[in-house]
C-alpha cells in the first residue's frame, strides 16, 4: 500500500524559512498526484500546494502563492515544500498525501476530500 512520511516540521520566527519532506513508497506502475496539505486549530483541512507526478503541474493555495514551491524527485521517492517569509497564520499541522490519477480523474486537484492516502503530519509553528 501507499505510504507517506513527513518530516522537517518545527518552530520558525515570522519572516523565517522551513523546507517540509515527505518520502513516499508503495507506488504502482500509474501517475501519483502529491499534495501538501495543513489544518490549523478550529479550522477545515486545506490544500497549500500540490503537484503531478506526470509533467511537473503545480497548484497553490492562494494564501501561500508566492512565498511556498512544491518540487519532487521520483527518483527519491520525495516531495519538499519549501515554505518562505513564514508567517504566524501558517501555523499548522502539515500532511503530504497522494492520490493515483486514472482515465476518470486525469486532472490535478488539491482538495483534500480527493486524495485517499496520507502520512501521519508534522507540525510547523510561527511565532515570535
Known amino acids: 500500500q501507499v505510504n507517506l512520511v513527513e518530516s522537517g516540521g518545527g518552530l520558525v520566527q515570522p519572516g523565517g524559512s522551513l523546507r517540509l519532506s515527505c518520502i513516499f513508497s508503495?507506488?504502482?506502475?500509474?501517475?501519483?498526484?502529491i499534495g501538501w496539505f495543513r489544518q490549523a486549530p478550529g479550522k477545515e483541512r486545506e490544500g497549500v500546494a500540490c503537484?503531478?507526478?506526470?509533467?511537473?503541474?503545480?497548484s497553490y493555495g492562494n494564501s501561500v502563492k508566492g512565498r511556498f514551491t512544491i518540487s519532487r524527485n521520483n527518483a527519491r521517492n520525495t516531495v519538499t515544500l519549501q515554505m518562505n517569509r513564514l508567517k504566524v497564520e501558517d501555523t499548522a499541522v502539515y500532511y503530504c498525501?497522494?492520490?493515483?490519477?486514472?482515465?476518470?480523474?486525469?486532472?490535478?486537484?488539491?482538495?483534500?476530500?480527493?486524495?485517499?492516502?496520507w502520512g501521519q503530519g508534522t507540525q510547523v509553528t510561527i511565532s515570535s
Open positions: 508503495g507506488f504502482t506502475e500509474g501517475l501519483y498526484d
Open positions: 498525501a497522494a492520490r493515483k490519477v486514472s482515465m476518470f480523474n486525469l486532472w490535478l486537484s488539491c482538495s483534500p476530500d480527493v486524495y485517499p492516502s
Open positions: 503537484i503531478s507526478s506526470d509533467d511537473g503541474t503545480t
